[in-house]
């Protein structure tokens, strides 16, 4: 006869061990992603993710380039140039929360591939309109669906990377969006100078609709390169598809390491739970209800103040780089002719006519400034340097640091622009006060780890909403008080920088330990 008590000692044995077997085979996901290293598959990760970065900052600076040329072709008014250059802006408010919730329920990829083809279409039908009211409301289509891409890419690279490694590669990302200065110029210089009189469809095609299709290419390369991409593995396992997160694990462990995926050592992964799914969606009050449940963590007692804070440092990041950015050409102009007068920056600007008052009679001579277009250049070079400093120095100086460096360089360069008249020495205070808006790259560093993966998606989106509004702000409130109160637009610019100084000390910092 069997002893009970012998057996219920073997089976506690036996269950001992068994669990001691399960514990050597579960990993949290962390853990796992750690294992399958940094190779050839997060490489080609950075490519697809910085083409897309590209297509998103070319399709919304490219207009600023040709307003001069449809100015002409379509007899713009002031208030309707001003509308057309604020049309992809206000797309990109608008659609910016909903690109958001769609990244977190129907997935990072699937959004990104969507957002696109939809951003590129639009493009190519903009090309071919045939009055300017046409051209307004694709543009603004336009910017309504590129919209999610900047936010949604952080997401996509950030839940690539283990703890360890995801600092560096979402900073190293951000050094494409300077590069749109560079290619941009660069594609103008040799398309937009073009003189050739076509007719298609009953329209004249000029170089500034052939300009609008070459920005395309960027999109459908960026469309290319995601065709290629799986779904984020965390995505896949917060919404328990724990297979489907382990076979892209192992997929990745193979190409980064030329290894059979078979041999990954991770044989399960701890789930994690809590995403959101499209699938429960049956009817408009669930689809409004869900939009609810996925943007009220934002707000919760724990992240409202960091989410309030987060939103309102890229609100002014991108409103003062961006505002200054818009008017930087203006001002070089009235620089480069007052050179030599040994006047002031404020005493130059405050002498400036009022833009547009008088057009000059060569504004549609279809000629180009080229200094001008090798300023941007040169500016976007500059942004370009800032950014690898950024991406280089974060894990050893920290996020928050970093970015309270870089906010002091700004703040002391609008000070000391009051007393600057050398031309070289004010472009180079100017340029270093503009890259205020490198910092977002930082902010939306500490973003992508302080918003768990469920509403992760929706948390960037909603705070690049906040940034994008800042840009319209910006751009319209230095433009209406810059030439009549200069000193105090930047002395307002000291004090605000100061401000976000003071907020960057208590922004969300997730520490890391030293490996």
Known sequence: ?????????????????????????????????????????????????????????????????????????????????GLLASAGFFGIMLSSHMVGFLADTAGRVRTLRYSLTLAAITTIIAAFSVNLWMLIVFRFLNGFFISGCQACVYSLVGEFHSNKTRIRYVALLTIFLPLAFVILPAVGLVILPLQFDSVIFGMRFTSWRLFFLINTTLSFLGLAGLCTLPETPKYMLVHGNHDGALNTLRSIYSKNTGDKSENFPVKSIILETGGADLANIHGVSDAFKMIWSQTMPLFYRQRCLKTFNICFSLF??????????????????????????????????????????????????????????????????????????????IDKVGKVNLLIIWLVICCLCAVITHWLSEFAAVVIALTLLMSIGNCSGIISTLSVEFYPTEINAMGMCFAMMIGRLGSVAGGNLIGLFLLKFCDIVFWAIVGIIAMLIALATVLPEKKHEKK
């Open 1 to 81: 006869m069997d002893n009970s008590a012998y057996i219920a000692e073997l089976e506690n044995e036996f269950g001992e061990q068994k669990n001691a077997t399960s514990q050597v085979y579960t990993h949290s996901f962390d853990e796992a992603l750690g294992l399958t290293r940094v190779g050839r598959f997060h490489y080609t990760l950075m490519l697809i993710s910085g083409l897309c970065f590209l297509a998103v900052m070319t399709e919304t600076l490219c207009m600023g380039m040709i307003i001069p040329f449809v100015k002409c072709d379509m007899e713009a008014s002031e208030s309707e140039q």
């Open 316 to 393: 002014v990041t991108f409103g003062v780089s961006e505002g200054l950015f818009m008017w930087f050409p203006t001002i070089l102009n009235e620089l480069i002719a007052k050179n030599g007068q040994g006047l002031k920056v404020c005493e130059i600007i405050g002498g400036m006519e009022p833009i547009a008052t008088k057009p000059k009679a060569n504004d549609c001579s279809g000629s180009i400034d080229n200094f001008m277009f090798q300023v941007l250049m040169m500016v976007g070079v500059i942004f370009i340097l800032v950014f690898v400093i950024f991406a280089y120095t």
